[in-house]
């Protein structure tokens, strides 16, 4: 058995909500909320989750903060639920290549030793227009891998901040053996999607999964191939979308078009320009169901949302999750 076909199990047809964090004004983590949030998703019927991923700031955090994070996280995770953590680095001034990718290395280190069964590759952005930018791409990427863990790619766009993967550079990702899957995330490229899923499929490897990252198209990223759902979306009315992927999985055609429905309007609401916002906004989906209180909804780093669209999201946020 390879590391791959080891751990497809875990993730094929799972939702990992990407989970933000509860900050104070002050930036520190509201604790209690904290607490309260790992309590309320242990309860829903999720695969795992994935933590310092772009809606939980991990490249933001300061190392013991992130680090407490991924405790709380994984004391509150039951047995059989698996942990995904985002890995990277933010590069400094004056740093050269080899330091970026050591960083990178040490966070996926401190993951791992923090109680992170898998790790997702951030995606190298400022490689973006170097002459060797494809190479380069690789090479970071064998850096993780060398970490032995499981490592799911992040294809994201590039105006979000990625950096685009030529399918030449995909081939050569998806051969290393520790590389699970990629996590698509195009918002309104659908036809990169649809490329990478083809991709995919011309692979061959049916251990090599499509994770779908389209919150904003959701139901349609499952039809197209995607077997597991990691999403900044499932962070909030977390069943809702889960039960979506179950439909799916199982055929019930009449229920994944409501659900759809469902899903595709609280994703109007929560992810839009401007996009940066969008952390904000979860975090107040999360005061609609009653998982956090209003004053753990700080995010230093996003855009300020108005009184009138957080009454928005909160009325949406009701009406969608209620049965």
């Known amino acids: 058995m390879s590391l791959r076909s080891d751990w497809t199990p875990y993730l094929k047809g799972g939702l990992f909500p990407a989970v933000p964090v509860p900050l104070t004004t002050d930036g520190r983590t509201h604790l209690e909320a904290q607490e309260r949030y790992v309590r309320h998703m242990a309860?829903?019927?999720?695969?795992?989750?994935?933590?310092?991923?772009?809606?939980?700031?991990?490249?933001?955090?300061?190392?013991?903060?992130?680090?407490?994070?991924?405790?709380?996280?994984?004391?509150?995770?039951?047995?059989?639920?698996?942990?995904?953590?985002?890995?990277?680095?933010?590069?400094?001034?004056?740093?050269?290549?080899?330091?970026?990718?050591?960083?990178?290395?040490?966070m996926g280190e401190e993951a791992l030793e923090n109680g992170a069964d898998m790790l997702m590759a951030y995606a190298p952005s400022y490689l973006r227009g170097a002459p060797d930018q494809d190479e380069a791409i690789v090479e970071y990427h064998r850096r993780?891998?060398?970490?032995?863990?499981?490592?799911?790619?992040?294809?994201?766009?590039?105006?979000?901040?990625?950096?685009?993967?030529?399918?030449?550079?995909?081939?050569?990702?998806?051969?290393?053996?520790?590389?699970?899957?990629?996590?698509?995330?195009?918002?309104?490229?659908?036809?990169?999607?649809q490329d990478v899923a083809a991709q995919i499929r011309q692979a061959g490897d049916p251990s090599l999964l499509l994770i779908t990252g389209e919150d904003r198209f959701l139901g349609y990223s499952l039809m197209c191939g995607a077997e597991a759902a990691l999403i900044g979306m499932g962070a909030a009315c977390t069943t809702?979308?889960?039960?979506?992927?179950?439909?799916?999985?199982?055929?019930?055609?009449?229920?994944?078009?409501?659900?759809?429905?469902?899903?595709?309007?609280?994703?109007?609401?929560?992810?839009?320009?401007?996009?940066?916002?969008?952390?904000?906004?979860?975090?107040?989906?999360?005061?609609?169901?009653?998982?956090?209180?209003?004053?753990a909804t700080f995010d230093p780093w996003g855009p300020a949302i108005t009184q009138t669209e957080i009454d928005r999201i909160m009325q949406v946020t009701r009406e969608v999750s209620a049965r």
């Not at 901040?161 to 309104?188: C, N, Q, R």
């Not at 109007?268 to 209180?293: C, D, K, N, S």
């Open 43 to 106: 309860t829903q019927p999720v695969a795992g989750v994935a933590v310092w991923a772009h809606t939980g700031r991990g490249l933001l955090l300061a190392p013991e903060q992130r680090n407490q994070l991924m405790r709380s996280w994984r004391a509150g995770m039951v047995t059989g639920r698996h942990i995904i953590a985002g890995v990277g680095a933010r590069p400094a001034p004056g740093q050269t290549r080899r330091q970026i990718f050591d960083a990178a290395v040490r």
């Open 144 to 193: 993780l891998a060398a970490l032995g863990a499981p490592l799911i790619l992040f294809y994201l766009y590039e105006e979000a901040g990625g950096v685009s993967y030529s399918p030449a550079v995909l081939t050569e990702l998806f051969k290393l053996p520790e590389v699970v899957g990629v996590k698509m995330a195009t918002l309104d490229s659908v036809m990169t999607f």
């Open 240 to 295: 809702l979308q889960a039960d979506l992927l179950r439909a799916h999985a199982t055929g019930d055609a009449g229920a994944f078009l409501d659900l759809n429905r469902r899903v595709d309007r609280f994703a109007q609401i929560t992810f839009t320009r401007p996009m940066e916002g969008y952390i904000q906004r979860m975090l107040w989906a999360l005061v609609a169901e009653g998982v956090i209180p209003a004053e």
